[in-house]
């Protein structure tokens, strides 16, 4: 009991020790290398459906540079992670916070070798707002929560992605994770950590939430920047002043009192992944590791607009899913 209490104030440890249906939980890693020629999403987690027999834990794998996904299925016996802190394995495969092992083999990928991290940056968590859910963290039967793992880090070591080495020595990456029962009917998500001005990265979700037999869209954005993060949410009070989404372009401005970020991505093609509907890993998600992302923070004090930032995000990690019409009617329903 005192493990479930504590539980929203340890957004990196796993959440699902008394659940045995209808529950999914998952840990993202972005990688990317030096000279950020390769790009490189590994995902592993555990998929809790009412059919026992569709019970499994998985890691994904997508590449970037090649444009394949792969999939690698582990019987449930074959996972285990820690209530306490990030400590997950599945099969011979180990993932932690500070760095990853893999021994992936289906016949037709392999992806092997160790990677350490130095020098996370986590969301803050606080008593009154754990992570980057805010205080919604502290609200139970969330279809989905988010957690911001580490904005941007160091990576040591390679990977052996079929039968290529592939040194991320020198690279950055980024870490969050996803639990609930499923993932929203809608969504927009993005993430880089490569713009020209070093230590500065961004992330962003909008989201349908369901709430008490309706719904609402939810957002977060931080843009961490000089060691400080500008938060942008739904439980801080932001408000989404535009919201355009096409095939090639996404706009997004959003701002409370005083603070303002507007965003303009640029959308490219990516690969398919699995997705969690009820535990079941029975949707897809297609996801870029290459978009480019401008991010402007301005501050707000009266008429007057100052601009505090701007750049050009590159290796953007970029999903939308769903109606944009859906995430419009929301934003009136908060």
């Known amino acids: 009991m005192l493990r479930r209490l504590l539980a929203p ?15 999914f ?15 490189a999403a590994v995902i592993p987690g555990v998929a809790l459906s009412r059919d026992p027999a569709a019970s499994h834990a998985f890691v994904q794998v997508s590449d970037a540079a090649s444009g394949r996904a792969a999939y690698f299925r582990y019987p449930l016996s074959e996972f285990r992670a820690d209530p306490k802190r990030f400590d997950v394995r599945i099969g011979p495969n180990a993932f932690r916070a500070d760095g990853l092992s893999l021994d992936l083999d289906d016949g037709a990928l392999s992806v092997r070798g160790r990677l ?18 805010g205080w919604y963290a502290l609200v139970p039967n969330m279809e989905c929560s988010h957690g911001v793992l580490s904005f941007d880090h160091r990576i040591e070591g390679a990977l052996e992605i079929g039968g290529a080495r592939v040194d991320f020595g020198g690279g950055k990456g980024y870490l969050e994770k996803d639990w609930g029962a499923s993932f929203p009917a809608a969504w927009i998500w993005f993430q880089t950590n490569h713009f020209d001005e070093d230590g500065v990265s961004l992330f962003g979700s909008v989201a349908k939430i369901p709430w008490r037999g309706r719904f609402f869209t939810g957002s977060i954005f931080g843009l961490w920047r000089g060691r400080r993060l500008f938060r942008f949410a739904t439980y801080t009070g ?9 095939a090639e372009r996404i706009v997004l401005d959003v701002a409370d009192r005083r603070y303002g970020l507007e965003i303009r991505a640029e959308r490219r093609e990516g690969v398919d992944l699995p997705a969690p509907v009820l535990g079941e890993m029975s949707s897809k998600v297609n996801e870029t590791l290459r978009a480019r992302i401008e991010a402007t923070l301005v501050r707000l004090d ?31 329903n908060r």
């Open 9 to 23: 104030w340890r957004p990196a440890a796993y959440h699902g020790g008394h659940r045995t249906r209808d529950f």
């Open 302 to 332: 009266g008429g007057r607009r100052e601009v505090l930032f701007t750049g050009a995000g590159r290796n953007a990690g970029l999903e939308f899913v769903g109606d944009i019409e859906v995430l419009l009617a929301g934003l009136g």
């Open 25 to 39: 939980e998952g840990w993202y890693f972005k990688l990317v290398t030096a000279d950020e020629r390769r790009a």
């Open 238 to 246: 932001a408000r989404i002043r535009r919201l355009e989404a096409g």
């Open 116 to 133: 350490a991290f130095r020098g996370l940056t986590p969301w803050p968590v606080r008593p009154l707002s754990p992570g980057a859910m």
